[in-house]
């Protein structure tokens, strides 16, 4: 079974991106702050990381919001985790991709959960879902 770590800020599409993970027969572990993703990502327990990029706190280390994806991402390939990018746009406004690493897949919210099944289906049936 492909363990799953999803962080997002959002109370609502944690649910509903846990409900697709858990539909292709992923274990699903959901984290809310930066913090908890950071303990979470450390312990290796996971081999996809769903992150949000727009998370909205201040990271521990950081200097402004917005910054936990910049670091999480990374720390999760260090482990050897996939990493889905979710984000609301695919560029920032200087048109430089959001996502600073190598991801596996890039979702873009709004997303339907038979988009996202569609998008990080492979990623998932790849790791032997």
């Excluded at 809310?32 to 312990?43: D, F, N, S």
């Excluded at 099944?117 to 790791?127: A, E, R, T």
Aim: glycine share 10%; proline share 6%; with cysteine.
């Amino acid at each position: 079974m492909v363990r799953v770590l999803i962080v997002d800020d959002s109370l609502a599409l944690l649910g509903a991106f846990a409900m697709a993970y858990e539909k292709m027969g992923c274990q699903v572990t959901t984290c809310q702050t930066v913090a908890e993703a950071l303990k979470a990502i450390a312990t290796g327990d996971f081999q996809v990381v769903h992150l949000d990029d727009n998370l909205t706190e201040t990271p521990p280390g950081g200097s402004r919001p917005h910054e936990g994806s910049r670091i999480l991402a990374p720390m999760a390939l260090q482990q050897g985790c996939k990493v889905i990018g979710c984000s609301g746009e695919e560029v920032d406004e200087d048109g430089k991709p959001l996502w600073p690493v190598e991801v596996a897949a890039v979702v873009i919210k709004p997303v339907s959960l038979v988009r996202l099944i569609d998008l990080v289906g492979p990623v998932v049936k790849g790791l032997g879902s």
